[in-house]
């Protein structure tokens, strides 16, 4: 059992972690301890870091000697002493919004439920883990809260989410309610977040926590690209190798916050959750609230382990379906090569050339039906234009199998764009706010998928393509955030529920899309990477990590977005040069080698290049279909960073520790070189390696202590891929 309950303490354990909750005097929920697993039972009273308040605090008249003010809370409601920032805050009929959850019982089962409503990690055995579920009562107000913890056997992950039961006769608002918020002692943290922009996501950045709220949201009703709903806590000395590392992630994608607070105990809360700036959700009697789940890793080895155990598991118990372990199809895309200006012919003759090459499957992106010639018309109009394509999809996806390919399709089903046939019948199916004019973003409106008539519409529109022609594969794409937010259906105490329906429909959506169709392989996309979450990564086993394809600046991205999620989810695709987001020329083989640390493809007409160019994309393919799924599958170790140096090192070690892969990238040439040293990491010792090229064997302790020198003088933009196998 990973879960027990002995005097008042509950002992989470996961194989080398540890997480504590005690009942202090049989009422309220204290964080004990979360990190390295502690063996053995604690006593509350020490490991408690802060009991009294001195000064100026009120306190509970229950509590003897402590004061909840300081305690570290498991999940702080706001009201009653405790003046942090609260976990859950409910506001009654009679205008108050004072809450007192009390312990009420707890029980502890097998395995792990599912989230109502929302995409969840699951189990695919009963064994693998087990599930806490505390109850907690408001008696006066008959609120019931359920802090709900599944503690994996096997890995180091806790995922945690609470529910909230409205058992009076009255309704209940709920204004806040986050998913998970504890206080630990602060050993001097930093806090470490991915954010970003547009074309450049998931930078990171890292800075000293401080006294007072320190955190990012999103308030655009979408994860976004500017912030990830994930934070890292680590130590002031952790680097990749070693140190404590907390990591939080959220399975969510639309608004969400996630932040810190010192207090002035130097007490520190984490939390993380939906975000409650614009949300208030109406509670009526005997109905239920299911907030998002979290997932919850700590590593005592550094920054590099916490991602590892984040990447596996988000892997394996998040991602989902048959793409979740079979190899991804080597893909080609065609809107970087040809952008809307496309017919049949055009699309078979760049088929023609990617079959050569060994590409397995051909994607039609944007630009295929109603008038959609540039983006000013046709969401919402999912008709094939016959003019540019006169067989239709199901014709045109016969020739490209005809070729030898599968045929995979671009939608953007969540949006419509004013000039459709769709928004003159339904106008009132987009979002928008009564007597507010509807704020255009790349001229397009978002379907309100809040109702029930609009959901409908999209899956139906989409079984209806996915019926009739023989598609493999689906882009989802989503380009623009939510503004004047608001249903045409809800009333107005409702309007606070808006960006949270919107979300359950999207997963009602995606979920009915996902069981009917199981074997089409679906990848997000909302403008590149501005919606790139586990929840998502639910429904699509991949992503497209960014609209920004050139080679050097994935660099960065791609670096950034590994602290969490999995390469295997990230769409990396070789474009043509100069690259069309920065201009900047890259030879083939670096752009083949970067987009090979993702799920592998092109977007760019293979007609344009050299033969020589041509040779090497054959090689690269080749390679892909040979090693992808071991690079998928393997653990990343990240060596060297391009946030800090000219550099950057990613190393993979397959599951059977048996094939290893180094990708080294020089980003400027520099003059009068010295050689570049990489020491890898992740090897055994005494276990002998075989570089495939050169033939020289190594044992693993050289790799890991001398490493491997590079020369950075050959030019910029140059990589050097390394294959190791163990002997
Ligand atoms: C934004 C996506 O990120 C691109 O890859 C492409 O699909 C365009 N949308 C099409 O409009």
Known sequence: MSVTFKNNIFYLNTPNTSYMIGIYEGKLPVHLYYGKKISGEISMERALPVKAARGLIPNLPELQEASNAVLPAEYASFGSCDFREPAICLCYPDGSRISKFEYAGYSITKGKPKLKGLPSAYVEDEEEADTLEITLLDKLKAMELTLVYTVYRHCDIITKSVRLKN?????????????????????????????GDWCRERHISRTPVFHGYSGVDSKRGASSHQHNPFFCLAGKNTDEKAGDAYGFSLVYSGNFKAGVEVCEVNTIRAMIGINDFGFRWVLTPGEEFYAPEVLLTFSSEGIGEMSRNLNRFIRTRICRGRYRDERR??????????????????IISIAKKAKEAGVELLVLDDGWFGKRNDDTSSLGDWEVNKEKLPNGIDGLAKKVNEEGLKFGLWFEPEMVSPDSDLYRKHPDWCIHTNGRERSLSRNQLILDLSREDVCSFIIDTLSNHLNSANIEYIKWDMNRYMSEAGSALLEPERSGEFYHRYMLGLYHILDTLMSSFPNVLFEGCASGGGRFDPGMLCYFPQIWTSDDSDAIERLSIQYGTS????VSSMGAHVSIVPNHQVHRVCPIKTRGDIAMMGAFGYELDLNAL???????????????????SIIHKSDLYRLKSPFD???????FVSEDRRDVFMLFANILGEPNTILHQVKLQGLEDDAFYKDEETGEVYTGSFLKNIGLFFDNGNGDFRTVFVKLTRQ
């Open 645 to 651: 140096s000219n550099f950057a090192a990613f190393e």
């Open 167 to 195: 058992h009076s006769e009255d309704k209940c608002c709920i204004e806040r309610i986050l998913s998970s918020s504890f206080d630990m002692a602060n050993d001097n943290y930093d806090l470490i977040t991915l954010n």
């Open 329 to 346: 199809p080597v893909l080609l895309n065609n809107w970087e090569a040809t952008y809307f200006d496309f017919d049949e012919e055009k």
């Open 563 to 566: 602290l969490v999620y999995p």
């Open 610 to 628: 050299s033969e020589e160019e041509f040779e090497i994309v054959k090689k690269q393919i080749e390679f892909s279909k040979k090693y992808s």
